[in-house]
């Protein structure tokens, strides 16, 4: 069966109903863009109508879908023409147009996700707010095919499903998938960051963090947790004196959430349970701590500098590491106004994190990464670079 055309279809519409042959052109061509009405989804038109139209198409919102959903009638997307003249459809544009846009947009985003349509999270992948072609393209593949899956009347494990087309390899991708593609884009996004400096000590990672860092051990961390569990719940402060240990415990508690500090002891909780019993899930903590979200974004690239510097188990100096980085951060577009002093705070904040671990060892003169700490750089490099892109104001 060939597809609608829309040239025919709008002169039809125009013999058959003239009043309404102009609204609907405007609404098919902010659809389509341009594209056959064949390649439109039902992500496409909820969008459409719950988002571009009322913020972005000037008229009579009301009229314009339900002039959409008579030339779609025509055309035989019979399912699509119903969301244009559905209750949900005039709920939301009345409450833009009473509300406000925000109040419009969470209404919007809440019909939207009832859909069963939009592609949630998986464990590989959460979806950006600003995404690249790579990731649009997954993302309306995925949409299309839980789409599919509801019309068929399957029963639908969305993330089961997204995650399957996800990494299902494809012959239109040339056997790759849309997963890989998606991780590769974001890996180059990534690598092509601000200032030649950065991009530099970067551009070899590219292809080094395509693939997932195994799971390693972390004994220091699992000692202090397995002792805080088998000390019928609790750890005495005393028994942690110096000074790595006391940093180990104060991540425990304070970044990791994984003791909780009762007078003069530290009880184990429920998520240092979780981690005990999971060498994945401990490891993974570890390797999101390395580069905490939530600072600055100057911090934040600043220990990402160290990472990459020390991630091959080169021996350099506490100088050395606080010049290079600044180097590196200055490049990309950071005017600090004290020299070195801005990266000292935060690279030697990630070097007593490193040792406290035992994923480095060092002192005043010299600092160098083990085998396992080489491991969770890369493992922290790789989920920072892979995470989604977000707007700037979000949470």
């Known amino acids: 069966m060939s597809a609608p055309d829309v040239t025919a279809l709008l002169a039809e519409l125009e013999r058959s109903e003239p009043d309404l042959a102009d609204e609907a052109r405007t609404a098919v061509e902010w659809l389509t863009g ?4 064949e390649t439109v989804t039902q992500l496409d ?8 139209l009322p913020l972005k198409v000037g008229g009579d919102h009301e009229r314009l879908a339900r002039s959409l959903g008579r030339l779609l009638q025509l055309g035989g997307m019979q399912r699509y023409a119903a969301l244009c003249e559905s209750p949900t459809t005039t709920q939301i544009l009345r409450t833009y147009a009473r509300d406000g846009e925000d109040t419009g947009t969470a209404a919007y985003q809440e019909a939207l996700e009832a859909t069963g349509v939009l592609p949630p999270d998986v464990p590989d992948l959460q979806w950006s707010m600003i995404m690249g072609p790579e990731e649009l393209g997954a993302h309306i593949a995925c949409s299309a095919a839980l789409e599919l899956a509801i019309i068929s009347g399957d029963e639908v494990d969305r993330v089961a499903l997204t995650r399957r087309w996800l990494t299902q390899p494809r012959a239109d991708l040339g056997g790759d998938n849309w997963l890989h593609r998606v991780h590769g884009e974001r890996l180059n996004r990534w690598v092509l960051g601000r200032g030649p400096a950065r991009r530099e000590l970067a551009q070899p990672f590219e292809v080094r963090l395509h693939a997932p860092v195994k ?4 004994p220091a961390l699992r000692r202090l947790l397995s002792l805080a569990a088998t000390s019928e719940g609790s750890l005495p402060l005393r028994l942690a004196p110096s000074p790595a240990a006391l940093r180990l415990r104060e991540m425990a508690e304070r970044e990791l959430g994984a003791l909780s500090r009762d007078g003069a002891t530290l009880t184990i909780t429920a998520e240092g349970r979780r981690l005990l019993d999971s060498p994945d899930a401990l490891w993974d903590a570890v390797a999101r701590l390395l580069l905490a979200r939530g600072e600055h974004e100057f911090e934040v690239s600043a220990r990402e500098a160290a990472l990459m510097l020390l991630a091959d188990g080169v021996l350099m100096s506490p100088t050395q590491l606080r010049e290079r980085v600044a180097e590196v951060v200055g490049g990309e577009g950071w005017h600090p106004t004290t020299g070195l002093d801005d990266v000292t705070g935060p690279v030697a904040d990630l070097v007593g994190q490193l040792t406290a671990l035992e994923l480095a ?12 700490g080489q491991l969770a750089s890369l493992a922290a490099l790789r989920a920072h670079a892979l995470r989604p892109r977000k707007y700037v104001n979000s949470t």
């Open 34 to 37: 341009g594209e056959p009405l």
């Open 361 to 372: 060892f060092g002192d005043e003169l010299a600092i160098r990464m083990t085998r396992v």
């Open 45 to 52: 038109v909820c969008e459409f109508l719950w988002y571009t």
């Open 215 to 218: 799971a390693q051990p972390i």
